[in-house]
């Protein structure tokens, strides 16, 4: 938990030391003893917004629409509800699917938002 905190709080401050106020992204590599180095920034949602939005019950397109007009962001990190949960998933047969979760797994919120490729 503490790590993850770090890291938003990093994030935040990678942004404000360019001027970006927007919908992004910041990424890190996180090594074995939990320090944590900046990868990079993208300026625009993340690929796998629709899964965030699913388990939120946010629109982030319609936020950063908002955002972009000045409004200010109707929630804060922490007040996000985290509600969903994937009960089942389908890929075509010849789909080729590298992971490290199977069936019934839970996959906690301080995990990479990209469990498979």
């Known amino acids: 938990h503490e790590t993850r905190l770090r890291l938003g709080e990093s994030a935040v401050r990678a942004a404000a030391a360019v001027g970006y106020v927007g919908a992004g992204t910041v990424e890190f590599i996180l090594d074995p003893k939990g320090n944590f180095y900046f990868m990079e920034m993208n300026t625009r949602l993340q690929v796998e ?16 629409l908002k955002v972009a007009q000045g409004e200010k962001l109707p929630l804060k990190q922490d007040q996000i509800p985290l509600k969903g949960k994937l009960d089942y998933v389908s890929f075509p047969s010849d789909a080729r699917i590298d992971t490290g979760v199977v069936s019934g797994d839970e996959v906690s919120v301080h995990y990479d938002p990209m469990i498979a490729k």
């Not at 965030?52 to 019950?57: C, L, N, V, W």
């Open 49 to 64: 917004h629709p899964v965030t939005e699913a388990i939120t019950g946010t629109d982030l397109v319609e936020w950063q």
